[in-house]
Each structure stands twice: as C-alpha cells, then as structure tokens.
DNA sequence: CCGTGCTGTGTTATATAATTACGTGAGCTC
DNA sequence: GAGCTCACGTAATTATATAACACAGCACGG
C-alpha cells in the first residue's frame, strides 16, 4: 500500500524527493521548471492538501510576488497538464501529484474535515465507469474519481 | 441496459414520466414541489444535458421569471439533495437524474463534444475508490464518478 | 381570532473562481 | 540582429456561488 496523506511521515524528505523527481521529468522532456511553477508546485507539497488557485496567490503574495490570478492559474495549468499536480474537481482545488508517474488516472479521497487529500491510483476504464462507457459506446478521454468523507484522524475525533 | 441520453427516445414521454415520478415521489415523503423547483426540473428534463446554474437562470428570466441567482440555486439544492437531479462537478453544471430512486451513487458519461450527459449506476463504495478508501481508514460519506470524451454520436462526427 | 414558528420566496449585495486581452521581455535560431 | 516562441505582468471582465435580511403563506395551539 502506498503512503498516504493520511500517514505520518518524513514530509520534508517527500518535499524535496518530489521536487528533484519534477525537475528530473521536466530536463528530460524539455519543460520549464520556472520559478513561478516550482515555487506553486513547492507550496502545494508544503500543504500536501488541497489549496485553491486563490489561497496559492494569497502564499505567493505574502512572499512578496505580486501575483494575479493569471500567475496561479498559468502555474497550475502547467502542473496539471504534465502531472505533476491534479484538480480536485469537488472542492475547485488543486494537489501535488504523490504518484511519480504521468498519465494515471488519480483517485482521491477527500477528508471533509481537515481538507486533507490523499491519492491513489486506477486503471482509466476500469470499475463501473468502464463498464458504463462500453455499454454506451462512449470513449472515455478522461476521469474523475473522488471520494468525500472522513480520514482516520477525523473519525477517531469525531468519536471521541 | 438502461436507456442512455445518447440513444434516440421519445423525449415529450420521458419528461412526462419523470415529473409524475418527482411529484408522486415528493407526495410521499411529504416534500413540495413548488413551481419554481418544478420547472427548474423541468427545463433539465428537456435539455437532457448538464446545465449550469445560469443557463436555468436564463431561461427563466426569458419566461418572464424576474429571477435571481439564489432562486436557481435553492431549487438545485433542492432537487439535488432530494436526488431529483446531480450536479456535474467536473462541469459546474446539473442534470435531471434519470433513474428513479434516491440513493443511489451515480455514474457520468459526459460528452465534451455536445455536452450531453448520460448518468449510470453504481455501488458506493465498488471498485477502486473503495478499495482505495479501506486501505485508508477512510469512510466514505459520498462519491464523484465522472469521465469526460466522445459518446456514439459525435464519435462518429469527428471520424468522418 | 390571534400569536408563533416554520418554510419558502424576493431582493440586494457580496464572495469566490476563472478567463480574456494585451503588452513586455528573455532566450533561441538562422 | 530579425524573427520566433514561450513565459510573465497587469488590468479588466466574466462566471459561479453564497450571505443577509425582509416578508408572505400556512399549520398549529391556545
């Protein structure tokens, strides 16, 4: 099983484990890691939840960026499109990717009390999208898969 | 198999049915169909595809309706909380719901070519998100379970 | 008959999320 | 160094959603 948001962990190492992991994918493929991306992609690490293009400006610009909403959604295109980050489609949110690879089709679970989201992986047409897909002659492109609930730390709180 | 948005029916009977279902459905468990939720239903009955809260709005405010932004929303929240319609997150959009019973967890084939929506069934906590969700600790409250790309129809356009 | 509470509506204003448009500059290639 | 592409800076706008408050209709109990 892979790590979760939801484990504790060594979160500085996977910071910066994560960032070297982009910065190796981006020189192969020939993308630019710029400062406004890296700096986007290291604040969605830093949070490991879900932040909205908004709160990502609101950290750029106490960091002195004077920043509009252009500079966070140009970011996030740039990370979503090369999976290095995912939207979360339920809240209008975005989180870093904590699968190194490109081109899997994310899970998420979505802890609606601490906000927190932890990721894991599925085939693209598998499960009841695929079935319902090749029943309809439809080509899937793309999918969406979340889960709204409680994470193991909210639940124990939430029963005590 | 269910009958889908993207085969051909008769549509004129499909709405008919679908609204009797609502208000025999509302009869009984004693909720009300008041004229602005029923023709929000409606409208969505008649598009048959994923509307965005303005596009009702729109449409009201052409039949003479004076209407503004919240009286589509509370219609919406009502009609989706009482599993009359979805909403569409990947789209910030809503459909009827054409299957009737509440409850359920539904599936969304959207099409991104003409925005039509067919919606299918499944169980809450199947496939990969439940098994993502158990390996977790995670508990599940509700699911978002949407794929974006081509149905029959405009599949068949882009070949040709 | 009158108050009281509940649900739903009308309306204004505001909050939140995302995009358009246009100009500038850095780095590359020939 | 002219032309090109890509990314960024900035202002303005559009799209989506909610807050807040007043009031109307109706059921209920006295």
Redesign the interface.
């Known amino acids: 099983?892979a790590r979760?948001a939801?484990e504790t962990h060594d979160h500085r190492h996977c910071i910066a484990e994560s960032l070297v992991e982009a910065e190796r994918t981006c020189a192969e493929q020939g993308l630019r890691l710029t400062p406004a991306r890296r700096r986007v992609l290291e604040i969605l690490l830093e949070e490991h939840r879900a932040l909205g293009a908004y709160d990502i400006l609101d950290r750029l610009r106490t960091e002195g960026w004077r920043a509009q909403p252009p500079v966070a959604y140009r970011a996030l295109d740039f990370l979503t499109s090369h999976g290095f980050a995912h939207r979360v489609?339920?809240l209008n949110a975005f989180v870093a990717c904590t699968h190194g690879k490109d081109g899997h089709a994310p899970?998420f679970?979505i802890?609606?009390a601490c906000n927190r989201v932890?990721e894991?992986?599925?085939?693209l047409t598998?499960?009841?999208?695929g079935?319902?897909?090749k029943?309809?002659?439809?080509?899937?492109?793309?999918?969406?898969?979340?889960?709204?609930?409680?994470?193991?730390a909210c639940?124990a709180t939430e029963a005590a």
């Open positions: 099983m979760t939801f489609e339920g899970v679970l802890c609606r932890t894991a992986e599925a085939e598998s499960g009841a999208l079935r319902a897909a029943a309809a002659g439809f080509r899937i492109e793309q999918t969406v898969r979340e889960a709204i609930g409680l994470c193991p639940l």
